[in-house]
């Protein structure tokens, strides 16, 4: 059971990495996933406040990835129009079927939204710019936090991993 646990998490580790760039996929959560997983296997133990903290940043995290391309927009001259555009654009990107459709909305979004506030084109642009730097500055953030995450997996599997292959179990 505990191997199976084990692989579980695993998979939900690498996924976790790859939602980091995969815009469709949350990464840091699905990440978190795989410690849960792993908490769940009788022979390795992890602390409850271990699972708390993760938690907190996991879920810190996914609200950034909301936030920070609309940060960006501001960064670079956007109104509020912009910002709110840049965030309904993540929200359409995320569940329209469209390729790339999470990079592609911000950028639209704060476009539209610079556009309606009456900014000329050559403005917009550069608001909807800053949005998609700021979308970059997120997935880095999350691979940054995802990848710690494996990291840490790893060390747990790897302190236990004489209770868990027994020296001569496979003779």
């Known amino acids: 059971m505990d191997l199976i646990l084990i692989i579980v ?3 939900l580790m690498i996924v976790g990495i790859l939602g980091s760039f995969l815009p469709v996929l949350p990464g840091v959560p699905i990440s978190w996933l795989g410690l ?3 908490h769940l296997a009788p022979s390795i133990p992890i602390n409850y ?3 708390g903290v993760t938690l907190v940043i996991a879920i810190l995290i996914y609200a950034l990835n909301l936030v920070i391309p609309a940060m960006g927009t501001k960064r670079f001259g956007g109104s509020k129009f912009g910002m ?3 965030t309904i654009g993540l ?3 995320l569940i329209t079927p469209i390729p790339f459709g999470v990079l592609i909305g911000p950028f639209v979004g704060a476009f539209i939204g610079e556009i309606i ?3 000329n084109s050559r403005s917009a642009l550069k608001a909807a710019f800053g ?3 700021g979308f970059l500055a997120s997935s880095f953030m999350e691979f940054v936090i995802a990848f710690g995450f494996l990291i840490l997996y790893v060390y747990k599997v790897w302190e236990f991993r004489d209770l868990l292959f027994p020296v001569g179990s496979f003779n």
């Open 9 to 11: 998490g695993g998979i």
């Open 36 to 38: 849960l997983v792993l």
């Open 49 to 51: 406040w271990l699972l």
């Open 84 to 86: 709110i555009g840049a």
């Open 91 to 93: 929200i359409v990107g």
């Open 117 to 119: 506030n009456k900014s």
């Open 131 to 133: 949005s998609f730097i």
